[in-house]
């Protein structure tokens, strides 16, 4: 397969991409690509556990505490006790990382501009929700376990198997 057929290798590509010209935009307000994603979910919902954090951008907690952490240093959140239980905490946003939430998602809506640029409305909205679908459909392959389009499981193979 040539790597311009894959969608694999496409679409990893493209993130690469992305990533690279959302760091140049967003480099001067002291985040990097990596906290991105983490920052979204925060500015829709703050307030939840590192845990919950973990679900909804879809990153393993030790990724997770690694980030949390120069998030922190660098003033970005701050970690707040849970009133309803002591022993955990809440992230939440600091005051600053409030006031940079626009600046930021303009970048990122520039970055989105560039890279559908040329595109129809119709042909961007169609472009994410197929986008859309192949996450879904690798999500659930790694919910179930299933390891290809054959119907095999990964119990069915070699490796699967304990």
Do not use: K, W
Not at 83 to 98: H, K, S, V
């Amino acid at each position: 397969m040539e790597r311009r057929e894959s969608v694999g290798y496409q679409v990893n590509h493209l993130g690469r991409l992305l990533a690279q010209a959302l760091r140049i935009r967003i480099a001067p307000y002291g985040v990097v690509p990596g906290q991105f994603a983490q920052l979204l979910a925060l500015f829709e919902q703050e307030g939840v556990t590192q845990n919950q954090l973990c679900d909804q951008v879809r990153i393993d907690q030790s990724t997770m505490a690694h980030t949390l952490q120069r998030m922190e240093r660098d003033g970005l959140v701050e970690r707040t006790p849970d009133p309803a239980d002591r022993r955990r905490a809440l992230i939440m946003l600091t005051e600053r990382t409030r006031a940079l939430e626009s600046s930021l998602v303009q970048a990122a809506e520039e970055v989105n501009a560039v890279a559908t640029r040329g595109f129809t409305e119709d042909e961007a909205a169609r472009c994410l929700e197929l986008v859309t679908r192949m996450i879904d459909n690798l999500e659930a392959d790694s919910a179930t376990g299933a390891s290809d389009t054959t119907g095999a499981t990964r119990s069915d193979s070699p490796r699967g198997r304990s």
